[in-house]
């Protein structure tokens, strides 16, 4: 026979060791963050540093002049040349250098195709147009009766239009994977089969990329309920 606590018995006190383990892991849920963030900035700040520094010459450098290392240097000496040839490519002698450039490795075979590729996928990503995901939404993938979290990208147009046969609109969505968004699938989906979603698109993000730990609102998503055994 079970022995019950009697409701006048004070509730028991977790152990020290409870209590070290409930605030080791509230620290780490703190630090984590902080220091993946702090550890990604000091990556790509170094990796900069790694490929502009060499193209200065020796004499010229921090470690010459003021003999110290100044992290960062080549990040600032990146940034001013991004912008010097920003400007200088909306004016009528860059444009001209440019196109004149374009022209030459339009004449070699592999060359002009990743060129293009990696031009193309340079202006999606960095287009000051606006052009980006319109909205979340949830798609069945990868059968019916199991739904994906997706983001609509555009219609469907040209030879892609023209040649899937069906009965409504057609939409191109891009199906993400967890935890990393940046890969995935392109679908070309009916929009009857679309449900769009309220949230935003980078709540949706966020939602894929913690594997569906957190919603929009920020908060852990809620212990799942008895899933019935078949």
């Given at each position: 026979m079970d022995q019950k606590t009697s409701p006048d018995e004070p509730p028991?006190?977790?152990?020290?060791f409870a209590?070290?383990?409930?605030?080791?892991l509230t620290g780490l849920v703190v630090i984590a963050p902080i220091a993946l963030t702090l550890w990604l900035i000091w990556s790509v700040i170094s990796w900069i540093d790694g490929l502009v520094l060499p193209f200065i010459p020796s004499q010229l450098r921090p470690m010459e002049q003021l003999g110290l290392d100044l992290p960062g240097l080549g990040v600032v000496l990146f940034l001013v040349f991004t912008v010097l040839v920003g400007w200088l490519a909306k004016g009528l002698i860059g444009r001209t250098l440019i196109a004149w450039g374009e022209s030459i490795v339009a004449r070699m075979p592999v060359v002009r195709s990743v060129y293009n590729g990696v031009k193309q996928i340079a202006e999606t990503v960095f287009s000051q147009s606006g052009t980006n995901f319109d909205r979340a939404c949830l798609v069945e993938y990868p059968r019916k009766g199991i739904w994906a979290v997706a983001f609509i990208s555009a219609q469907a147009r040209?030879?892609?239009?023209?040649?899937?046969?069906r009965d409504d609109t057609l939409v191109s969505v891009f199906l993400p994977t967890t935890p990393n968004p940046t890969s995935g699938f392109l679908l070309f989906v009916p929009a009857s089969d679309v449900i769009v979603l309220d949230m935003s698109v980078e709540?949706?993000?966020k939602l894929v990329i913690s594997a569906g730990l957190v919603y929009p609102d920020g908060t852990a998503a809620p212990a799942p309920a008895h899933i019935a055994q078949g």
């Open positions: 028991r006190q977790p152990s020290m209590r070290l383990r409930r605030n080791f040209h030879e892609i239009d023209a040649k899937i046969p709540d949706a993000a």
